[in-house]
């Protein structure tokens, strides 16, 4: 199993609807969880990280399950502008030397808001 | 402020030729990475380098090198280059190893033919 499982889409939504994606990950031991935003051909941007508690900005909310190791995004009033890869990435692990955690990545999952 | 640059953006090589990619940062960060992407992998971490003067591998270094030239700069080379190193090479910095926020360069887009 891998350690961070994303559905990859794509997810064709229309403007102002809701969309959530859902990521799994494989290590219980895993600390922190963030949402990574990546636009075509572009590099990948820090989106928002993901609390015990839950959290929102904005449009979007992000909620941790650790029972059932997912996280998942909301995203409310989709913009035509929402439309890229959202990464899932995941703090496990180790760095080969010391205690700093490493950060993994999911594929991403893509989603294209349609006018 | 940059933020983190790379050079090339796009380069072609043949089978057996050699390249350094280049990263420089200007955030003051301590810690910068060297990942690639390709379709169906997601980024995997190739080298990484956790303050001036340190190096370390990652999940993927066969077929290349670093150097940390010095806090900004980070540069990958690929010494004979193998079309399986076709691929969208990432740099990043943070401002420590384990940070979670990364930030990355734009990316180069490596053809081998």
């Known amino acids: 199993r891998k350690e961070v499982e994303q559905d990859p889409g794509p997810f064709n939504v229309p403007e102002g609807a809701t969309v959530a994606f859902n990521c799994t990950y494989s290590n219980s031991a895993s600390q922190s969880f963030f949402w990574y935003r990546q636009d075509c051909r572009k590099e990948p941007k820090l989106l928002m990280s993901v609390y015990s508690s839950g959290n929102e900005d904005g449009r979007f909310t992000a909620q941790l399950n650790r029972a059932s190791q997912y996280i998942s995004l909301l995203i409310r009033d989709s913009k035509l502008s929402d439309s890229a890869t959202y990464l899932c990435v995941v703090n496990v692990g180790f760095y080969n030397a010391g205690n700093n955690r490493k950060l993994i990545w999911g594929l991403g999952t893509s989603l294209a808001v349609n006018p | 402020n940059a933020g983190v640059t790379q050079t090339p953006k796009f380069q072609v090589l043949k089978t057996g030729q050699s390249m350094t990619l280049q990263c420089a940062q200007d955030?003051?960060?301590?810690?910068m990475y060297w990942y690639r992407q390709d379709p169906g992998m997601g980024l995997r971490l190739i080298y990484y380098?956790?303050?001036?003067?340190?190096?370390d591998k990652g999940e993927v270094p066969n077929g290349y090198n670093v150097s940390r030239l010095n806090k900004r700069e980070f540069s990958l080379r690929l010494e004979s280059a193998a079309p399986s190193q076709t691929s969208v090479y990432f740099c990043?910095?943070?401002?420590?190893?384990?940070?979670?926020?990364?930030?990355f360069g734009p990316g180069t887009r490596l053809t081998v033919l």
């Open positions: 955030m003051n960060h301590n810690s």
């Open positions: 990043a910095s943070s401002r420590g190893l384990g940070d979670n926020e990364q930030f």
């Open positions: 380098s956790a303050s001036e003067g340190t190096t």
